[in-house]
């Protein structure tokens, strides 16, 4: 494990790892860390993503574990702030809630966990959404919204 690493962020790649564990294997492919990456605002050099991919998966079964998970996640989240992170977290909630309620609505929630993992299928989305939309509101605020990003 990494020393650099806070509780918070060891906290959000555990939420991050078990949201795209989307078969429950206890491993995420490849494919989808660029995905993670992004969705967490994470500046990263392709190449380099690449290289630590190919460190951490070096049968090439294209998938990681959560220790190798958090070696090649967690080495890009190291050169990041925690407030860079908020303000992406911010903007990323902000695209979807157009009518600057401070809340989204679950469909446009969904929309956003789709277009991040197109594996994740309706009852994996209806699950993820009721363990976020924990008052049943059918809304998302953006505490819950972090709270998800976030993994408390």
Known sequence: MSAELTEEQMAMLRKCFVMFDSGKKGQVEKEKIRTILNTLGTN???DELEGLLDQQDPDGHGTLGFDAFVKVVGHFLEDQDEEAMMKELKEAFRLYDTEGN?????????EILAALDDKLTRSDLDNIVDEIDEDGSGTVDFDEFMAMMSGE
């Open 44 to 46: 990263y050099d392709a």
């Open 102 to 110: 401070g809340y989204i609505p679950v469909s446009a929630l969904k």
